[in-house]
């Protein structure tokens, strides 16, 4: 897994792409949302556009993510999930606790309000 990190406006965005299992590299997810939110950051949009699979561990990963940044007074959403991903939410029951959107323009937008 890897991530890139840009700002808009006020949002900071982590593009992941690859593969999200267990291991030191999906807990640089965690610790850079730690990190943002440490830093002031209160609104984060994960651009998942280039996740291949989400593996158990990794959808831990991105529920505790979104609890700590959570905790601190931020907001989280995601984006750009491809059908494989949007499915195993959608299984996981995971869509209905998280901020999911089609597109990183719409996601920006609920952000904004």
Same mark, same amino acid.
């Given at each position: 897994?890897? #991530?890139?990190?840009?700002?808009?406006?006020?949002?900071?965005?982590?593009?992941?792409?690859?593969?999200?299992?267990?291991?030191?590299? @999906?807990?640089?997810? !965690?610790?850079?949302? *730690?990190?943002?939110?440490? @830093?002031?950051?209160?609104? /984060? !949009? /994960?651009?998942?556009?280039?996740?291949?699979?989400?593996?158990?561990?990794?959808?831990?990963?991105?529920?505790? *993510?979104?609890?700590?940044?959570?905790?601190?007074?931020?907001? #989280?959403?995601?984006?750009?999930?491809?059908?494989?991903?949007?499915?195993?939410?959608?299984?996981?029951? /995971?869509?209905?606790?998280?901020?999911?959107?089609?597109?990183?323009?719409?996601?920006? *937008?609920?952000?904004?309000?």
């Amino acid at each position: 897994m890897k #991530i890139k990190q840009r700002e808009a406006g006020d949002v900071s965005i982590l593009e992941i792409s690859g593969e999200m299992y267990g291991g030191p590299e @999906n807990q640089k997810l !965690l610790e850079l949302a *730690t990190e943002i939110a440490g @830093n002031g950051g209160r609104k /984060l !949009l /994960l651009n998942l556009e280039k996740v291949k699979w989400i593996a158990s561990t990794g959808l831990g990963i991105l529920v505790t *993510t979104k609890t700590r940044f959570e905790r601190e007074g931020g907001r #989280i959403a995601m984006c750009r999930l491809n059908e494989r991903v949007l499915t195993l939410f959608q299984v996981t029951k /995971l869509v209905t606790m998280m901020e999911v959107y089609d597109s990183e323009d719409e996601a920006l *937008t609920a952000l904004a309000k």
